[in-house]
């Protein structure tokens, strides 16, 4: 995989001096397809975030627009990804994060493992318990209570991994509740070993670090503060202490809305452009100079996060991409 960027992060050294170390940063960008895009308008964002250099383009799995009309619709995440996976060469890809109310986990399982295949051992899961109720009702997707949705989430997760970790020759059984399997062939497989990385992410106290510590390449603290982030980040080595995991083996990441204006009239136009006010984005989200979001990135880096997912929601804006890479890049 290649690097990323490196963040200058400030820590204490000898007489309260601040001392500056560097700490690799992998940038990825992350979309809100929902909101109104083509595949072709997806493509265009996925080629420019490969040719400058991000880590990986990773995009929402939603079938309903939160603002706006929505524009020419959604489409499906792994439908996208499937063409994204012939259409690209070297960047990374995935959901952040598919709803285990969509989709049965022995179906998904085939259909990531397909998409790995497609894209040489490029793609990544992230797989959540679902929130969306309105989304559920546009569609005609049942939409349980909250505790039987992370039981699904659990019950998809362990069927997932197991069909993937299933040695060929060998099959694969689930006595579970909701997804039983029995005797199944565990095909098809993915072609990174170990299986595609699987995501977790969340704000939730117990469940959520416990499945983190069970079945997460990578845990994701998704719109928190840097503060609250870390936090997150120890509930997780917590409850890999408790099963016996390191707790650095997880990839610990944040992600953020990002605006990137190096005068206030850009960054202006840009917040309005996706419906947001520049005071609120400094607050709760990556925005400003090239310089600020760089300091606000660096904080992320001390409490643990070795990545970032940078939400770009305007994807008619390529130029935002391009600026965000040669001014916040290279200053990493």
Known sequence: MRQGPRARVRES??????LV???TIDLRIFTEPQQGATYDDLLRVARAAEDLGFGGFFRSDHYLH??????????????????????????RLGTLVTSATFRLPGP????????DQMSGGRVELGLGAGWFEQEHRAYGIPFPALGERFDRLEEQLAVITGL????????????????PVVDSPALAKPVQDGGVPIIVGGAGKRRTP?????????FNAAFQSASASGELFERVRAACAAIGRDGDAPVYSAAQVVVLGEDAATLRRRSAAIGREVDELRTNGLAGSADEIVDRIGAFAEVGASRLYLQVLDLSDLDHLEEIAHRVQTQL
């Open 13 to 18: 050294g000898d007489r309260g001096s601040l």
């Open 21 to 23: 170390r560097d700490v």
């Open 164 to 179: 993937w970790s299933t040695p060929p020759g060998e099959t694969f059984s689930h006595q579970g509740s909701h997804y």
């Open 66 to 91: 939160m603002s706006g009309d929505g524009g020419s619709g959604p489409t499906d995440a792994w439908t996208t990804l499937a063409g994204l996976a012939r259409d690209t060469s070297t960047i």
């Open 108 to 115: 998904l399982a085939v259909q990531v493992a397909g998409v």
């Open 210 to 218: 416990a499945l983190a510590a069970r079945y997460a390449a990578e």
